[in-house]
């Protein structure tokens, strides 16, 4: 009999509450400090909350989970019955997670396979839930790692932002970049590149920027059936309408998440945020 594969992640991969009690799947939740108060992501704090405080200059920071609470995620996995864990985080480019994550995995009392998916938000997402499938199938801790990494590498994330300054601020892209972008007075498309961001184009406008992003998606998808993840931060309705264009336009659309990101990327991105995660099957 294959032993029993848990599934850990952290706060940043946004899934729902059904998929990750369908799956078993346990998450570890990143902090947002606004001011001098620390919030746990998912818990304690919304992403609306965050994007209020950002509007109002209020300083806002983020950090990794504690290497203790990773210990603590892993031997209760392991004494709910767990051989094994495969524990997928966020681009370790982004954020000490990883490292958190791997510190506690040298302790851990069942073997533990740590993995930089190089992925965020539904683009981690969408990796663990092909990990957690591989599991529920009898997968080994190979399999099961084997499965995240290819769908991690088939996945694409495209995002909108209204200005590069939060970005900057939190130093996920360059500054030189985000100064030239805000000389110019352009609205930033980027993508997720090898668990990096990356300046993708540079449009005048936000509506030319967002058919861009739409038209960008839709090549992408192609005719091969796909997940798509609509994110956003603070424009529901830019979101939705932009979700029925893709369903018009994605002949080969299986999964379609509507959602706003949670406090994390939301304290990075900044309010205006829209981004499309693309994972193909």
Do not use: C, N, W
Not at 142 to 166: I, M, N, P
Not at 187 to 212: C, F, M, Q, Y
């Amino acid at each position: 009999m294959p032993p029993h594969v848990a599934i850990v992640t952290d706060s940043t991969a946004y899934l729902g509450d059904d998929a990750l009690s369908a799956h078993g799947i346990t998450v570890v939740p990143l902090t947002v400090v606004i001011g001098d108060e620390a919030f746990e992501e998912g818990t304690e704090i919304s992403a609306p909350a965050v994007a209020h405080a950002l509007q109002r200059r209020h300083p806002v920071t983020t950090s990794r989970p504690s290497p203790a609470e990773f210990a603590a995620a892993y031997g209760a996995a392991a004494a709910s019955g767990a051989d094994a864990i495969v524990s997928l985080h966020l681009s370790a480019d982004f954020s000490g997670t990883y490292d958190a994550a791997s510190v506690a995995a040298k302790d851990a009392p069942v073997p533990v396979r740590v993995v930089d998916t190089g992925m965020v938000a539904m683009a981690l997402g969408f990796t663990v839930l092909a990990a957690a499938e591989t599991a529920a199938s009898g997968g080994t801790v190979d399999e099961v790692v084997a499965a995240a990494e290819k769908r991690a590498a088939d996945t694409s994330a495209f995002f909108y932002v209204d200005t590069l300054d939060y970005l900057r601020r939190g130093g996920r892209i360059g500054a030189a970049q985000a100064l030239f972008g805000s000389a110019l007075a352009v609205k930033p498309l980027l993508r997720l590149a090898d668990g990096r961001i990356e300046l993708l184009e540079k449009v005048r406008t936000a509506s030319k920027a967002i058919s861009r992003l739409e038209e960008i998606v839709a090549e992408q998808a192609g005719a091969r059936r796909v997940d798509l993840a609509v994110h956003h931060l603070a424009a529901a309705d830019r979101a939705a309408a932009l979700a029925e264009r893709l369903r018009e336009r994605v002949p080969g659309l299986d999964g379609l998440v509507v959602s706003e990101v949670g406090a994390v990327i939301g304290a990075h991105a900044g309010p205006g945020l829209l981004g499309v995660v693309v994972s193909p099957h």
